[in-house]
């Protein structure tokens, strides 16, 4: 089974600075098989990337996944204060089908 | 206005048993895979499980902490999802979300319920 690492646990920021959070992989992974989700207090997780680096739907362009093989990244250019939420990656596993989760990565107001 | 929502959280002894429902619209429910997702207490997230659509002969999938104890079922007539809960454990305590892969990629989810709270303790 793949195990996802996120780094750092928590990212202290302020407004309008740039976030990199970081997702390494235990195995290699199809970058089309990773995502990044954000989740913010009291709600469901809201997916932001997949395929590695193609933002969904409504997503601002602040937002960009980067990365293969073992090492992706998630990136925000410009912290908004909306911004400061937890963000998980999460990746799926073929031999047997399953999906997997990182520990996530807090990013907080500094 | 695609929706999921998800009932049936409570909270039941260890060892008991709980079945969740989720309602679906919005979109057509028997073309999709579903799964659930769950969250503990101040925890990350863990993907509990998935069921296939007819065309895949509504097969499962499940995360090892839950096989054997878990079933993930359907009813499209209904547009509902299940997740039946046995022999239920503490560590079982969590937020369970509904979820929905996009239609031909199944590497993630892009639709999420609210959530419902499962509570197992004494």
């Known amino acids: 089974e793949i195990v996802l690492t996120q780094s750092p646990g928590t990212l202290s920021l302020s407004p309008g600075e740039r976030a990199t959070l970081s997702c390494r992989a235990s195995q290699s992974v199809s970058s089309r098989y990773l995502a990044w989700y954000q989740q913010k207090p009291g709600q469901a997780p809201r997916l932001l990337i997949c395929g590695a680096s193609r933002r969904a739907t409504g997503i601002p362009d602040r937002f960009s996944g980067s990365g293969s093989g073992t090492d992706f990244t998630l990136t925000i250019s410009r912290l908004e204060p909306e911004d400061f939420a937890v963000y998980y990656c999460q990746q799926y596993g073929t031999s047997p089908p399953s999906l997997t989760f990182g520990g996530g990565t807090k990013v907080e107001i500094k | ?122």
């Not at chain 2, 009932?7 to 429902?21: K, Q």
């Not at chain 2, 619209?25 to 998935?50: C, H, I, N």
């Open chain 2, 1 to 122: 206005e695609v929706q999921l929502e998800e009932s049936g959280g409570d909270l039941v002894h260890p060892g008991g048993s709980l079945r969740l429902s989720c309602a679906a619209s919005g979109f057509t429910f028997s073309d999709y895979y579903m799964d659930w997702v769950r969250q503990a207490p101040g925890k990350g997230l863990e993907w509990v499980g998935r069921i296939r659509n007819k065309a895949n002969s509504f097969s499962t999938e499940y995360a090892a902490s839950v096989k054997g104890r878990f079933t993930i079922s359907r009813n499209d007539s209904k547009n509902f999802l299940y997740l039946e809960m046995n022999s239920l454990r503490t560590e079982d305590t969590s937020v369970y979300y509904c979820t929905r892969p996009p239609l031909g990629t199944y590497y993630y989810m892009d639709v999420w319920g609210k959530g419902t709270t499962v509570t197992v303790s004494s």
